[in-house]
T-cell receptor, first 112, second 114 residues
């Protein structure tokens, strides 16, 4: 079936540590891939996206590369800040229609 | 203006009440969405409107009734809800509704059903 599997949380890091949150997907075809972030008490915001194989999405120091051969879209940041504490959702676009499929979300806490 | 505005932010209702959630955007987007999000879970799609017509209903119970009066407004009418319907209800919009578009989310309405 079509699904998105995210690294289980919660993840707790110290400020300036390196972050990786793993995401793999299954799909027929080549869907667009997204990372959304949800800060406490807010809705989701698009962090970055990639629409085809080998595309790299980047924003605010975060990066993710669309890897068709490993069906992955791992999120990375070289040096996290306290303000990055949030829940991160990997998502896969549908191959038709307007359905996004979200992963389960990963809670990130960054301590000073 | 790149905001999706939802009202109210919080709502407490009894199982016999009728209430409505409201959502507004002024970005000229032609697709609008309702999602339900339980604590520590991802959002679940409920409804999609595309060009003011209901295009997706994810088998949502009839006690939830969506309405799209015009291209900027989206309502969700609630009637005879159950305690398990308590959740964060998120509205979102996108330019035309294709799968590679960015979704813009509101901050949500936190609903408690007593």
């Amino acid at each position: 079936g079509n699904s998105v599997t995210q690294m289980e949380g919660p993840v707790t890091l110290s400020e300036e540590a390196f972050l990786t949150i793993n995401c793999t997907y299954t799909a027929t075809g080549y869907p667009s891939l997204f990372w959304y972030v949800q800060y406490p008490g807010e809705g989701l915001q698009l962090l970055l996206k990639a629409t085809k194989a080998d595309d790299k999405g980047s924003n605010k120091g975060f990066e993710a590369t669309y890897r068709k051969e490993t069906t992955s879209f791992h999120l990375e940041k070289g040096s996290v800040q306290v303000s990055d504490s949030a829940v991160y959702f990997c998502a896969r676009g549908g191959t038709s229609g307007s359905r996004l499929t979200f992963g389960e979300g990963t809670q990130l806490t960054v301590n000073p | 203006d790149t905001e999706v505005t939802q009202t109210p932010k919080h709502l407490v209702m009894g199982m016999t009440n009728k209430k409505s959630l409201k959502c507004e955007q002024h970005m000229g987007h032609r697709a609008m969405y309702w999602y339900k999000q339980k604590a520590k879970k991802p959002p679940e799609l409920m409804f999609v409107y595309s060009y003011e017509k209901l295009s997706i209903n994810e088998s949502v119970p009839s006690r939830f009734s969506p309405e799209c009066p015009n291209s900027s407004l989206l309502n969700l009418h609630l009637h005879a809800l159950q305690p398990e319907d308590s959740a964060l209800y998120l509205c979102a919009s996108s330019r035309t509704g294709t799968t590679n578009e960015k979704l813009f989310f509101g901050s949500g309405t936190q609903l408690s059903v007593l």
